[in-house]
């Protein structure tokens, strides 16, 4: 008989790993209600035309496509069979798709809300995506994202926040990270220079990739697009600059001097550095102009965390798209998001070793069951103490001692109450610290107002 099994790119996770994850989601809901966002959710399955074409040609192979119910097959084109046009046979066989991000999604959210909402609109979204990628250390099939945007203001205060954002909750987990910055106004500009204003998508999609494939596959990705080896070797020292935040801007406005989109993103860029001057951010803000985010519909700032002391990609990401609502019929609103990637932060944390001591939620007192009378004692106590926010549980059985005591030590709860005939006629019990061993009869009052067992 075959062994179950999951799907490579997705995982189980146990108790303790559940524990250690809700404080990773309960941290960033925490410092995303500081800042005033409101939380959604939207279905795991969108329209496929929904999410079709929102990000590149690499991202449209990665979506998970859902086969129509009943016949699929009724709607497919022989010719299409014939020539093995899998595109054109995954359209004509699918009419959903899980989400690939929470963006698109959001931005379709918020046509179809438009009514109900006020705006600027800040949201934040906690829940998985799914991307049909080759699973790799640190990269998933199924993951969840927890996202903050804010549409419908253009202005730059916006992007300050959710760097803040960033640097707040990476400092409650004790994560050392570097946020990287670019803009894709820069990215642009320097495309408009080397006179290939065209192929923006193409290069920016090959600079992405530095840190994965290095300077020479770059290069050959370059040309491989069709762009000429003159205007490859304009883009060298643009991809390979070096200096301080300053510095590299100062070079970047005499390099873009001829491009008006270019110059607004060093102005931008130079806004956001400006401001976060005043505020003492922790992690180290790094212009790298190699970071281009390959989704499509980023126009102005974007950003990468990167962890300082684990190899490992991007924890988070994100920047602004000016007319994500466009392709749904409401043009011109303006939006700025980020994304944590909470199955990396996982990770991070587990091999840093960084979880506090009490992220888990474990039962802090186990009753032993010696019978049915003790049984029908011990229930009324039971309530008296989960109304006082205590965790408490009763051994669903008479077993031998010994089970229950190693029921308690497994499941690491730090008391066991025993109540046997003598106890129950004195109101008494024998409390045990499964810690120190050490034992103590107390009253059952005594138990009611032990601050030990307060939240």
Same mark, same amino acid.
């Given at each position: 008989?075959?062994?179950?099994?999951?799907?490579?790119?997705?995982?189980?996770?146990?108790?303790? /790993?559940? !524990?250690?994850?809700?404080?990773?989601?309960?941290?960033?809901?925490? *410092?995303?209600?500081?800042?005033?966002?409101?939380?959604?959710?939207?279905?795991?399955?969108?329209?496929?035309?929904?999410?079709?074409? +929102?990000?590149?040609?690499?991202?449209? +192979?990665?979506?998970?496509?859902?086969?129509?119910?009943?016949?699929?097959?009724?709607?497919?084109?022989?010719? &299409?069979?014939?020539?093995?046009?899998?595109?054109?046979?995954?359209?004509?066989?699918?009419?959903?798709?899980?989400?690939?991000?929470?963006?698109?999604?959001?931005?379709?959210?918020?046509?179809?809300?438009?009514?109900?909402?006020?705006?600027?609109?800040?949201?934040?979204?906690?829940?998985?995506?799914?991307?049909?990628?080759?699973?790799?250390?640190?990269?998933?099939?199924?993951? #969840?994202?927890?996202?903050? &945007?804010?549409?419908?203001?253009?202005?730059?205060?916006?992007?300050?926040?959710?760097?803040?954002?960033?640097?707040?909750?990476?400092?409650?987990?004790?994560?050392?990270?570097?946020?990287?910055?670019?803009?894709? +106004?820069?990215?642009?500009?320097?495309?408009?220079?080397?006179? /290939?204003?065209?192929?923006? *998508?193409?290069?920016?999609?090959?600079?992405?990739?530095?840190?994965?494939?290095?300077? /020479?596959?770059?290069? !050959?990705?370059?040309?491989?697009?069709?762009?000429?080896?003159?205007?490859?070797?304009?883009?060298?020292?643009?991809?390979?600059?070096?200096?301080?935040?300053?510095?590299?801007? !100062?070079?970047?406005?005499?390099?873009?001097?001829?491009?008006?989109?270019?110059?607004?993103?060093?102005?931008?860029?130079?806004?956001?550095?400006?401001?976060?001057?005043?505020?003492?951010?922790? !992690?180290?803000?790094?212009?790298?102009?190699?970071?281009?985010? $390959?989704?499509?519909?980023?126009?102005?700032?974007?950003?990468?965390?990167?962890?300082?002391?684990?190899?490992?990609?991007?924890?988070?990401?994100?920047?602004?798209?000016?007319?994500?609502?466009?392709?749904?019929?409401?043009?011109?609103?303006?939006?700025? $998001?980020?994304?944590?990637?909470?199955?990396?932060? #996982?990770?991070?944390?587990?091999?840093?070793?960084?979880?506090?001591?009490?992220?888990?939620?474990?039962?802090?007192?186990?009753? *032993?069951?010696?019978?049915?009378?003790? /049984?029908?004692?011990?229930?009324?106590?039971?309530?008296?103490?989960?109304?006082?926010?205590?965790?408490?549980?009763?051994?669903?059985?008479?077993?031998?001692? +010994?089970?229950?005591?190693?029921?308690?030590?497994?499941?690491?709860?730090?008391?066991?109450?025993?109540?046997?005939?003598?106890?129950?006629?004195? &109101?008494?019990?024998?409390?045990?610290?499964?810690?120190?061993?050490?034992?103590?009869?107390?009253?059952?009052?005594?138990?009611?107002?032990?601050?030990?067992?307060?939240?």
């Amino acid at each position: 008989m075959q062994k179950p099994s999951i799907p490579k790119g997705t995982r189980d996770f146990s108790p303790a /790993e559940m !524990a250690k994850r809700n404080y990773i989601f309960d941290t960033i809901r925490q *410092v995303f209600h500081l800042y005033g966002f409101k939380q959604i959710e939207t279905p795991a399955m969108e329209n496929l035309e929904t999410l079709m074409g +929102k990000y590149g040609e690499e991202g449209d +192979k990665l979506l998970f496509k859902i086969l129509n119910s009943g016949d699929f097959l009724s709607d497919v084109y022989g010719d &299409d069979w014939a020539n093995h046009n899998l595109l054109a046979l995954a359209n004509q066989m699918c009419e959903k798709g899980l989400r690939y991000d929470l963006t698109v999604p959001f931005a379709r959210f918020v046509v179809m809300h438009r009514n109900e909402i006020s705006f600027p609109f800040k949201r934040f979204q906690i829940q998985p995506v799914w991307r049909a990628d080759r699973p790799q250390k640190g990269r998933y099939r199924e993951f #969840f994202q927890c996202d903050a &945007d804010i549409v419908g203001s253009d202005s730059l205060l916006n992007e300050v926040e959710l760097i803040q954002i960033i640097d707040e909750v990476f400092k409650r987990f004790g994560i050392r990270v570097a946020i990287k910055l670019n803009n894709r +106004k820069i990215l642009s500009g320097i495309a408009e220079i080397i006179g /290939e204003a065209d192929k923006i *998508v193409d290069i920016t999609v090959a600079i992405d990739k530095l840190d994965k494939i290095g300077l /020479e596959n770059v290069n !050959a990705e370059l040309l491989s697009k069709g762009i000429p080896e003159t205007a490859v070797a304009q883009l060298q020292p643009i991809i390979l600059l070096s200096g301080s935040n300053r510095e590299k801007l !100062a070079t970047l406005k005499s390099v873009l001097q001829t491009s008006e989109t270019g110059l607004k993103g060093v102005e931008e860029i130079e806004i956001l550095l400006n401001k976060t001057d005043l505020l003492n951010i922790t !992690a180290s803000l790094d212009l790298d102009l190699t970071l281009a985010r $390959g989704l499509n519909y980023y126009t102005g700032a974007i950003l990468e965390v990167k962890a300082l002391d684990v190899a490992i990609g991007s924890i988070t990401g994100g920047g602004r798209y000016d007319n994500l609502t466009g392709v749904f019929g409401m043009p011109d609103v303006s939006g700025v $998001g980020i994304s944590f990637g909470a199955d990396r932060i #996982f990770d991070v944390l587990n091999q840093l070793n960084l979880y506090p001591e009490n992220s888990g939620q474990q039962t802090q007192i186990l009753f *032993v069951n010696f019978g049915e009378q003790e /049984e029908n004692y011990i229930l009324p106590i039971i309530k008296k103490l989960r109304e006082k926010g205590v965790s408490v549980e009763l051994y669903p059985e008479a077993a031998k001692l +010994k089970k229950q005591l190693s029921y308690a030590d497994d499941n690491q709860i730090a008391f066991v109450a025993m109540i046997g005939e003598n106890e129950r006629t004195e &109101d008494k019990m024998t409390l045990k610290n499964m810690i120190t061993g050490e034992q103590q009869l107390i009253t059952v009052e005594d138990l009611f107002d032990n601050k030990l067992f307060a939240r």
